[in-house]
């Protein structure tokens, strides 16, 4: 089974230009002119923005990898933790 993990959590301002970066679970960042933000880490993608989708380009990065068969439970390191 495959399973995408994400590997970089960013996004580029299309306003200012900052590109923030957001590398654990509840890392919250807002650009400088605070019209974009990231978070999530390693975890989940999450975008904010003031007008519209267009007000950033997204630049996370991504990852096809093997998963275990059996059941687990993500751990931000990508490695998995079985459940009992």
């Known amino acids: 089974m495959k399973k995408t993990i994400i ?9 200012c230009g900052d590109v923030i970066e957001s ?12 019209t974009v933000f990231v978070d999530g880490g390693h975890q989940y993608l999450r975008r904010g923005f003031v007008n519209s989708p267009l007000d950033f380009t997204d630049l996370s ?24």
């Open 7 to 15: 590997k970089r959590n960013a996004a580029k301002c299309n306003h």
């Open 23 to 34: 590398t654990h679970v509840h890392d919250f960042k807002w650009c400088s002119c605070e």
């Open 61 to 84: 990065e991504y990852e096809e990898v093997d998963a275990p068969d059996e059941e687990y439970i993500e751990q931000e390191d990508y490695s998995w933790m079985y459940k009992d």
